[in-house]
C-alpha cells in the first residue's frame, strides 16, 4: 500500500484560493489512481475529483466542476488540489486516497487514506 499525507488546507475568504497537496510514499505511488474526498461536519464524505495514474484523465463532482483542478507531478510523489473561487459550502476536511481500479467515484475502492486537511472558508 502506499501512504497518503495531505497538506495546504487553512482559512480562505469566500472567492479566493487554495492549492492543497496529496504527497505519496514509494515507488508505487505513480500507479495509483488518486481521488480527492471531503466530509463537511455533520455530512457523509463526498466525492470531489480524481485523476488517472498518469494524470491523462480526470473526473470532478458537479459541484465544483469548472472551479477546482486536479493534477499531479509523479516526479514528486504528489497529486494536488487547485481550488478556485472558493465558495462557504467548500469548508470540509479534504482527504486524498489511493485506488488500483477504475471506479474513481466509489471511496470504497480506495484502500489507502491520508489523514485529511481541514479547509475553512468564511463568508
Known amino acids: 500500500q502506499v501512504q497518503l499525507v495531505e497538506s495546504g488546507g487553512r482559512l480562505a475568504q469566500a472567492g479566493g484560493s487554495l492549492r492543497l497537496s496529496c504527497a505519496g510514499s514509494?515507488?508505487?505511488?505513480?500507479?495509483?489512481?488518486i481521488g480527492w474526498f471531503r466530509q463537511a461536519p455533520g455530512n457523509e464524505r463526498d466525492f470531489v475529483a480524481a485523476?488517472?495514474?498518469?494524470?491523462?484523465?480526470?473526473v470532478y463532482a458537479d459541484s465544483v466542476k469548472g472551479r477546482f483542478t486536479i493534477s499531479r507531478d509523479n516526479a514528486k510523489n504528489t497529486v494536488y488540489l487547485q481550488m478556485n473561487s472558493l465558495k462557504p459550502e467548500d469548508t470540509a476536511v479534504y482527504y486524498c486516497?489511493?485506488?488500483?481500479?477504475?471506479?474513481?467515484?466509489?471511496?470504497?475502492?480506495?484502500?489507502?487514506w491520508g489523514q485529511g486537511t481541514q479547509v475553512t472558508v468564511s463568508s
Open positions: 485523476i488517472s495514474w498518469s494524470g491523462g484523465s480526470t
Open positions: 486516497a489511493a485506488t488500483s481500479g477504475y471506479d474513481w467515484t466509489n471511496q470504497q475502492k480506495f484502500g489507502s
Open positions: 514509494g515507488r508505487t505511488f505513480r500507479s495509483y489512481a
